[in-house]
């Protein structure tokens, strides 16, 4: 009894979630999330990023063509601007257009996204503190030793003091992604070193770009330093001239010999059938002259 | 001996007169083709979304299609081929089929892969732009290569018989029928030469056949092989995959001949006997057949490779009846049916024919479908949708629009084509074919 009342139940408890899903889903609104970034590149550009999305299907898709404010302070707001997010649902503040930004009681800048909704999406919004950091990096070679030594300043109220405690990661980066090469943890003067490995390939000449970040740093963001010097081997990439292989332009030799015979084996029999259809046909004709000469006679 | 008269007489009249019975099957197919089509609208329109192929299993009921009915052709090549060389004395009222079996396989395969490509029009491209070292190359080498072939055997083996319905004058069909026929004969006579000329030509495409009928189908073989796939991945499918076609093909010939013996009433002519034979051939093949499978499984489980593991695993979970059925129920039954005298029966035999059939098409989708299911890397997503292919109603619809065509092509043919060669069957005796 039970298992004849759990089927229907069961089909029935289907539906009806199934139906009240949809019903809801098809007219709630689309619930946004806001995500800030803040960046700061090699040459000491700093920039505010804001990525709109959305989650369908377990998948974040992009919300793009919304209008996203960016403001300075999160009490006291000043509105910077006004951008609109592109295809990635991204969109980007340059901070070097901007002067002075608000700064709250422990020196940090707030930053604040926001999106005000339309009919169909939702708002949302998203807040970050952020300390500017200068970050240094001197590369040395001394006795074929190859020395990342990087170092890390921030302000606080007006002066520059040594960041420590904190980790900077190094990267080089390679074909598909970043290759970590170490990390450096910064001592109270807010230095570290780290000893380049020898053994990496760089290009042609041995150009190799180190990076050293701070990233997603609760304090400073994504902060980037680079510099491309010859440290690496010298590497070439050049295909041997008639090199052949299964994934080079020109086939291997002993493919080409074997499919031509195969082909043209296979081919001149075919002919072979052909010819002798061309053969019947001509008889055919011959035969049918004769029987046409024999009939005049 | 049977004189070409009475041979007119007994099997022309399915060329001369369709019944209503005939139009009725045919509309049927007909049908079954529009919802096809109806189905390669949709799927055209919205995209592959409509199937039930994803990012990570790619191929599904398109592709097993296409190896099926490439594998049906490609035994037909081979028992033709085997049957006209070796002079085997009761082929003559079954070769036609086995050559029409061939030809209307290797026609209806391809368009599978047509519905499988989802941007058509770089098609061309694999002619435009060819890489001699990809397998997908030469498989389209391959399969141009056979049709030519195939089509040319065929058309050698009906020449003698155009010329023959060409030349019957009580022959009752429609004048284009007749100026076809002409047309097709070439003026063939008859004559010695011209005998001598046509049997050569017939042997040398007989011999060609067979070689490029195993060439063909161990290329579409090395498609999967020659990939790092679990389940895939295997010396043994080249051969495997030849005698699995020939195991399917000699099936399906049995069915074939079931089927134009009970509606074109050929009961004096596919006797028993010919049952029989392609029975202890089903039988023979089954046997070598479910020795490859077990030999390809049994190293697979044996090595405890982590993929071949994980793959045979699912085999015997998520597809343990389809992996019975088609490695045990479609090896073994048929076997059983043939291998004792008492069951042999016209019925008996063309029942394991089924039954072997269908197994074979669902070997093609166990080997196809959960190996794609089995990928090397873990996805990101991982939607049950993603990893669980399950075919749409449009790849269902498809499939049958394939069979529906298949299954008209024949019906066509045995208006134009007598099933049986006329001229084969002149020297025959007609005790020797009642035995």
């Known amino acids: 009894m039970k298992r004849k009342l759990a089927l229907p139940l069961l089909l029935l408890s289907l539906f009806s979630s199934g139906a009240i899903d949809s019903y809801s889903q098809g007219n709630a609104k689309i619930n946004p999330s806001v995500q800030l970034q803040y960046f700061k590149d090699n040459e000491e550009n700093s920039i505010l990023k804001t990525t709109l999305t959305y989650s369908k299907n377990r998948m974040e898709l992009p919300l793009k063509g919304m209008k996203i404010i960016f403001y300075s302070g999160a009490e006291k707001k000043a509105r910077l601007s006004e951008i609109t997010t592109d295809d990635k649902g991204a969109a980007v503040y340059n901070l070097n257009q901007g002067s002075d930004f608000l700064i709250n009681n422990n020196g940090f800048w707030p930053f604040a996204a926001e999106f005000s909704g339309n009919d169909t999406v939702g708002s949302g919004i998203s807040v970050i503190l952020i300390k500017d950091v200068t970050l240094n990096m001197i590369l040395t070679e001394k006795d074929s030793i190859k020395t990342i030594m990087v170092n890390a300043k921030k302000k606080e109220k007006g002066k520059e003091v040594p960041v420590s405690g904190e980790t900077v990661t190094l990267y080089v980066p390679r074909m598909f992604s970043f290759l970590p090469i170490g990390e450096a943890k910064l001592d109270e003067s807010g230095s570290a070193s780290v000893e380049f490995p020898s053994s990496l390939p760089g290009d042609k000449e041995g150009n190799i770009t180190i990076l050293a970040r701070f990233e997603e740093h609760p304090e400073f963001g994504n902060v980037e330093k680079k510099s491309t010097l010859k440290w690496g081997l010298p590497s070439t990439y050049a295909v041997p001239a008639g090199h052949r292989a299964l994934w080079t332009k020109t086939a291997p030799k002993w493919m080409i010999y074997t499919l031509s015979i195969l082909l043209s084996g296979v081919w001149g029999h075919y002919l072979f059938a052909i010819i002798s259809l061309i053969r019947i046909r001509i008889l055919a004709k011959k035969h049918k002259v004769e029987k046409k000469e024999l009939f005049i006679k | ?435």
């Open chain 2, 1 to 435: 001996m049977l004189t070409e008269k009475q041979l007119l007489q007994d099997l022309t009249p399915e060329i001369e007169r369709t019944g209503i019975r005939w139009y009725l099957t045919f509309l049927i197919f007909f049908l079954i083709f529009c919802v096809g089509i109806y189905a390669l609208v949709q799927q055209i329109m919205k995209g592959h979304i409509v199937t039930g192929m994803r990012d990570n299993v790619v191929w599904g009921l398109y592709i097993v299609n296409f190896i099926f009915f490439m594998g049906l052709s490609y035994a037909g090549a081979l028992l033709s081929g085997v049957l006209h060389l070796f002079h085997t004395g009761w082929r003559k009222p079954v070769i036609r089929m086995a050559e029409l079996l061939t030809v209307i396989s290797l026609v209806i395969g391809p368009f599978f892969i047509f519905f499988c490509i989802g941007r058509l029009d770089r098609l061309p491209f694999l002619i435009m732009y060819p890489r001699i070292q990809s397998p997908i190359t030469w498989d389209v080498i391959a399969i141009s290569t056979d049709l030519v072939g195939c089509f040319l055997y065929l058309y050698l083996s009906l020449i003698e018989d155009f010329a023959i319905l060409r030349d019957y004058s009580d022959l009752q069909v429609k004048p284009w029928k007749k100026k076809l026929y002409k047309f097709l004969a070439l003026g063939y006579t008859g004559n010695e030469k011209e005998k001598k000329i046509l049997s050569n030509a017939r042997n040398v495409m007989a011999a060609m056949i067979i070689a490029i009928a195993i060439i063909v189908y161990s290329v579409l073989a090395w498609i999967f092989g020659v990939t790092l796939q679990p389940g895939w991945h295997s010396t043994i499918f080249g051969p495997y995959f030849v005698i699995a076609a020939v195991f399917s093909g000699t099936g399906l010939l049995i069915i074939l001949m079931y089927i134009y013996r009970k509606v074109y009433h050929l009961e004096e002519y596919i006797t028993k006997r010919h049952f029989v034979n392609l029975g202890v051939l089903l039988t023979i093949i089954a046997a070598f057949y479910g020795y490859f499978t077990f030999s390809d499984y049994l190293t697979k489980w044996y090595g405890s490779i982590k993929m071949d593991s994980m793959l045979i695993d699912k085999l015997f979970h998520d597809y343990f009846s389809l992996f019975i059925f088609a490695n045990y129920i479609g090896i073994l039954l048929p076997c059983i049916i043939i291998a004792f005298p008492r069951f042999r029966s016209i019925r008996s035999i063309t029942i394991a024919a089924v039954i072997a059939v269908t197994a074979l098409w669902v070997n093609r989708y166990i080997i196809v479908i959960p190996t794609l299911e089995t990928p090397f890397l873990p996805i990101q997503d991982t939607r049950p949708d993603w990893i669980r292919y399950s075919p749409t109603w449009i790849e269902w619809a498809l499939t049958l629009a394939g069979i529906s065509v298949y299954g008209m092509l024949f019906m066509l043919v045995s208006k134009i084509a007598p099933i049986i060669s006329i001229s084969e069957m002149k020297q025959e005796d007609k005790i020797e074919i009642m035995k």
